[in-house]
């Protein structure tokens, strides 16, 4: 199989490097000549352009930053140079209408296409163990599996097209809502003079267990490796997050959906953002709600 991979950051390189690891011939392309070295290093061939990239493929995978960026390359490099027959497959996060138009404006020209993003950082990516999640037509689904499968430990399809999108904002709010909720416990927990490892394995095995603390504890030194081992650094930056969160915002606004905790979710991580902390792992909000932001090395 032929696929064009369009978007080799911190995601997208990972993932473009599982598909040459299950023998497909990878076409690689970013606007940064770094990445795009990175991937035919781990053995893509690289492109000059999208236009270039999307010649003669079987398959066309984008993981690009936002909406805007995802409308702009469909509809002025991907669309007018890929061949018809090629499955169309964007996995970057994005507002559910910009996937539903550029679906749009695929089945126009008579593609097929899948919103499909993903949870799983970039460790997942790397290791090809993402959870996809798709919207597309159900006819489509066998074939959009086919070509994810190298990057994944699980695809399921959530609908039609957008639906991915829309199961991706929801979690997303959920784990933003659950990581505050998880670092709060644990402030209070160092005021109320408990030990931190000591409130972890008491939580873990309780009422309170959840992804956010088993998984990913944001207390260095407890739970599992995480990017709190690492002052914060790697994982899932608290900027994606504030991303998602507007996402989130925005489609209940329109939606007419009540979500208080998302919006007080949104605020903190727009208040850590603000303060310059938006390079940082997400779950580095808790040195904020500490009051310990000077420990928090901005190098
Ligand atoms: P990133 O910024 O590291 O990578 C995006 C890449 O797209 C960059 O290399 C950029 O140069 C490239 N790009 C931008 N415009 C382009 C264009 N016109 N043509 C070609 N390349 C272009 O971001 P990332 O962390 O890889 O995230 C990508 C997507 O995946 C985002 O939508 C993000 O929300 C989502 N996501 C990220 C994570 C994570 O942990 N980082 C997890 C799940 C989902």
């Known amino acids: ?126 290791g090809g163990t993402l959870a996809f999640m798709v919207g597309c037509g159900e006819t489509d689904f066998a074939d959009v599996e086919r070509a994810l499968k190298p990057m994944a430990r699980v695809v399921i399809r959530a609908g039609e097209h957008g639906a991915g999108q829309a199961a991706k904002i929801c979690n997303n709010m959920l784990l933003g809502i659950s990581m505050i909720g998880t670092c709060e416990a644990f402030a209070l927990a160092e005021r109320l003079g408990l030990s931190p490892d000591r409130f972890f394995e008491i939580a873990s095995k309780s009422s309170g267990q959840c992804w956010s603390l088993t998984s990913y504890a944001p207390w260095p030194g407890v739970g599992p490796q995480t990017a709190s081992d690492r002052n914060y650094e790697g994982g899932f930056a608290a900027g994606m997050m504030l991303k998602d969160l507007k996402l989130a915002q925005e489609a209940a606004a329109k939606a007419g959906a009540t979500t208080p905790l998302g919006a007080q979710a949104a605020a903190i991580y727009a208040l850590f953002d603000r303060l310059g902390y938006g390079g940082k792992d997400f779950s580095g909000v808790l040195q904020m709600l500490r009051g310990e932001l000077a420990g928090l090395n901005l190098e």
Do not use: W
């Open 1 to 126: 199989m032929k696929v064009a991979f369009i978007g080799l950051g911190n995601m997208g390189g990972g993932m473009a490097a599982r598909q040459v690891a299950d023998g497909r011939e990878v076409h690689a392309f970013d606007l940064s000549e770094a990445v795009v070295g990175k991937a035919v290093a781990a053995g893509a061939r690289g492109a000059g352009s999208v236009s270039k990239a999307v010649q003669g493929v079987d398959a066309v995978i984008t993981m690009l930053p936002a909406g805007p960026h995802v409308r702009k390359v469909y509809s002025e490099e991907i669309l007018p140079n890929a061949p018809r027959s090629a499955l169309l497959i964007d996995c970057s996060t994005v507002d559910v209408e910009s996937a539903r138009a550029v679906a749009g404006q695929a089945k126009a020209g008579g593609f097929r296409f899948a919103d499909a993003p993903v949870s799983g950082g970039t460790a997942a990516a790397e």
